[in-house]
């Protein structure tokens, strides 16, 4: 079993910036696929990015070059940086992980691919 609790969520101006972390139980979190989704109100939930173990990214075009995905094995967190903040930006974010990349460096975007989600992290961006 695998839980994951995110922070870092608020309220923000357009143009600032915000960084989400989520920490993850598990001993082979250093294995583990790792993805950022959001839920805006009345839309249905999204991709925003994911990270392999090995380090490889791939992000939502909406938010390249604007958010940076990373990790700490070392403390079993991932991180979203999210820079130049726009009001549609406006989300409910989620931290999701999966463990089964463990003999596979894979990162997915898809949230069907995920077994294990976080509760989620409002972040508010104000024009």
């Known amino acids: 079993q695998v839980q994951l609790v995110e922070s870092g969520g608020g309220l923000v101006q357009a143009g600032g910036s915000l960084r989400l972390s989520c920490a993850a139980s598990?001993?082979?979190?250093?294995?583990?696929?790792m993805g950022w989704f959001r839920q805006a109100a009345g839309k249905e939930r999204e991709f925003v990015a994911t990270?392999?173990?090995?380090?490889?990214?791939y992000y939502a075009d909406s938010v390249k070059g604007r958010f940076t995905i990373s990790r700490d094995n070392a403390k079993n967190t991932v991180y979203l940086q999210m820079n130049s903040l726009k009001p549609e930006d406006t989300a409910v974010y989620y931290c999701a992980a999966e463990p089964r990349t463990y003999y596979s460096d894979s990162y997915y975007y898809r949230q069907e691919e995920y077994d294990y989600w976080g509760q989620g992290t409002q972040v508010t961006v104000s024009s």
């Open positions: 990270i392999s173990w090995g380090a490889m990214t």
């Open positions: 598990g001993r082979t979190f250093s294995r583990y696929a």
